[in-house]
């Protein structure tokens, strides 16, 4: 009977352990009261396991029910919040009351340590300074600028040591959550932004080639699909862009398969683009200072003033401890103008990067050209700790300011203390497209050879949404683009920013598919519900794959026109696929590898390297080779 009643007491035990180690996939959202926070952090109490909320302050978790999540954001105080029944949760933070708003600087001098404590001091606040002639402007910046050094309240300053070499290396990127397969049956649409950023994969390149780890978080998969041109025939019809579909197997899981999605933009010849109101925008901070920052934003904005006409028109603003117009408006003919005021930029200071946008803003909106292409190019290393110095508030500040009409390129440069996190942030949250310049020859490139992709939208808020057939398809996930993912109601609402498509732009997008009656071992199941509609397939409709649904805006517009396209359940043979989709599945292969997905059997860079190098193609500019050389250093690593 002792035997009996121990067997009894740990059967229960068992029981009780298994039910509450059960883990389930919550949903939620961090706010403090009225707006959300982005990249705020959560945890479970205890343990190592966490995540951090989307650039909408939501997030996704595995939790078992009883544990305690704790959610931080800097400048906040933590909360916490214990896990019942429910599946969503909403948690709040308070300001923190003693949160510093300024930065402190001090004039260099030697002095010893009972000195430094009484040095003297003064605030350096993000005044804008407007309305002065060019040259007064530059004296007073250069005065707020020279020659000091920054004790910062932000945690993520650039620290140098006596040689000025970086010693604490503090480069950020926002966490990515991978996206899992999904039932057509529970959520039967999927709906997301276009992407054509290429930052992350110009960014992985440097790490690489530097011999340095790639964060998995630093890989955006559709950033590097995206880097690359494809042979997309351009659009016959009244539409800014074609559509182009093709199905094939999946070279990392043999039971998958690949769907590509994939948009052209109509490419504008040269003399008929319209007249362009440009303002550069340029950090002139302390944490400029390094060879492969400001020197290179001067060659990189030099080599886009080289593409300028008679009618365009730029404006030169900095910032640091303050804002400035360093050049009003001036005709793309002056170009040695141009290039004198951009010589004249030197680095020094803190980083009052909100008031340079607002400054930067009105210069485009006073100078607005109807019809034009009006554009804030904003060149940095993202360190903002001045005045808006949140992701969250750069964010706000840039929503507002698109609905100005003014479009945003954001240009990211350096390494260190490299902000990817709010660079994204700024080109998402605007009518915005975002780059990493590493070389003079990546700013040639995006600058001057993709001038007019880079530069000059046909279209905006660019939406997919797709319906994959129950009938055909047992689950489906779509490949990176996990930042860009929008409700289904998202997709007819006007009001919800999306990607721009730029002149003779492509977007390529993938899903892996796992038809019905195939086992994975990635994806179980559900049960078959008890109330959903048992409705006869139609013999028609059992052909047909998916139906995708797209929605743009033109770019003076405010309104959406909508396209369909039916997909066919017609998949080929992967080595008889076109070698574009070829060259692009090898891509989004190794972005797979880099980012130690748990939802690929096959992580051989070997036979990525086996598949890119059959998929070469026409490679004019050699990136394609590049490509290659990067995927055998990372081999030998």
Same mark, same amino acid.
């Given at each position: ?309 008679? !009618?365009?028109?730029? %404006?030169?603003?900095?910032? /640091? +401890?303050? $804002? &400035?117009?360093? #050049? ?5 003919? =002056? ?7 951009? !010589?004249?930029?030197? %680095?020094?200071?803190?980083? /009052? +990067?909100? $008031? &340079?946008?607002? #400054? ?5 909106? =006073? ?11 904003? %060149? ?258």
């Amino acid at each position: 009977m002792k035997h009996v009643k121990h067997f009894s007491l740990a059967l229960a035990m068992l029981i009780n352990f298994v039910a509450v180690g059960q883990l389930k996939t919550i949903t939620g959202v961090v706010t403090d009261g009225k707006n959300s926070l982005p990249m705020a952090n959560i945890k479970i109490k205890g343990t190592r396991v966490g995540t951090q909320t989307d650039l909408d302050g939501k997030f996704s978790l595995q939790v078992s029910e009883g544990a305690t999540l704790v959610a931080s954001f800097q400048g906040y105080t933590s909360n916490e919040v214990t896990i019942g029944k429910a599946n969503h949760y909403v948690i709040v933070l308070k300001e923190e009351a003693n949160v510093l708003k300024e930065v402190v600087v001090h004039g260099y001098r030697t002095v010893s340590k009972k000195q430094s404590v009484a040095a003297s001091c003064r605030v350096v606040t993000s005044k804008i300074i407007e309305n002065r002639p060019n040259a007064n402007v530059m004296t007073t910046l250069q005065g707020q600028l020279a020659g000091v050094s920054i004790q910062s309240t932000d945690s993520n300053r650039d620290v140098k040591d006596k040689k000025g070499i970086n010693s604490n290396p503090d480069e950020s990127y926002g966490a990515l959550i991978e996206n899992v397969f999904e039932s057509p049956v529970a959520n039967p649409l999927s709906t997301f932004s276009i992407d054509v950023d290429n930052a992350s994969y110009t960014n992985i390149r440097r790490l690489i080639n530097n011999g340095q780890k790639v964060p998995k978080d630093a890989v955006r998969v559709e950033e590097m699909v995206n880097f690359f041109k494809y042979n997309y025939n351009q659009p016959t019809g009244v539409h800014p862009f074609s559509i182009h579909t093709e199905y094939s197997a999946c070279p990392w899981n043999t039971n998958s398969k690949l769907l590509r999605i994939a948009l052209q933009g109509k490419t504008i010849e040269s003399q008929s683009l319209p007249a362009s109101n440009l303002v550069f925008l340029v950090d002139v901070s302390g944490s400029m200072n390094d060879a492969n920052k400001l020197p290179l934003v001067k060659q990189s904005l030099k080599a886009l003033t080289s593409q300028l006409r008679a !009618d365009d028109k730029i %404006a030169i603003v900095v910032y /640091a +401890g303050a $804002a &400035g117009l360093v #050049l009003p408006p001036t005709s793309g003919k =002056e170009k040695n103008k141009i290039i004198e005021a951009l !010589d004249q930029l030197s %680095a020094g200071g803190s980083t /009052a +990067g909100g $008031a &340079g946008i607002e #400054l930067a803003y009105k210069v485009a909106q =006073e100078n607005f050209i109807k019809g034009g292409n009006n554009r804030v190019i904003i %060149a940095t290393d993202g360190d903002f700790n001045v005045g808006y110095n949140s992701t969250s508030d750069l964010g706000q500040l840039i929503e507002e300011k698109r609905k100005t009409g003014v479009f945003l390129t954001c240009l990211g440069y350096g390494m260190g203390n490299y902000k990817d996190t709010t660079l994204e942030t700024l080109a998402d949250k605007g009518n915005g497209n975002y780059a990493y310049i590493d070389t003079a020859q990546e700013a040639n490139r995006f600058l001057v050879k993709e001038f007019k992709g880079s530069l000059f939208a046909i279209a905006k808020d660019v939406k997919i949404q797709i319906e994959f057939n129950p009938a055909l398809v047992q689950a489906y996930r779509l490949i990176g683009y996990e930042n860009r993912k929008l409700r289904p109601e998202d997709f007819k609402n006007d009001a919800i920013d999306a990607g721009e498509l730029g002149s003779g732009h492509t977007v390529t997008a993938f899903y892996e598919i796992i038809p019905t009656g195939i086992s994975s071992s990635f994806y179980t199941a559900a049960d078959p519900l008890k109330y959903a509609s048992k409705v006869e397939v139609d013999t028609q409709l059992h052909q047909e794959l998916a139906t995708i649904k797209f929605r743009y805006k033109k770019p003076e517009e405010e309104k959406s026109i909508e396209m369909t396209r039916v997909i066919q359940n017609n998949p080929g043979n992967l080595y008889n696929s076109s070698t574009d989709f070829r060259f692009a599945t090898a891509v989004a292969w190794f972005g797979l590898y880099l980012r130690d997905s748990k939802l690929i059997q096959n992580n051989t860079v070997a036979d990525i390297l086996d598949l890119a190098n059959n998929a070469i193609g026409t490679d004019k500019e050699g990136y394609r080779y590049e490509f290659i050389r990067l995927m055998e250093s990372q081999q030998n690593n």
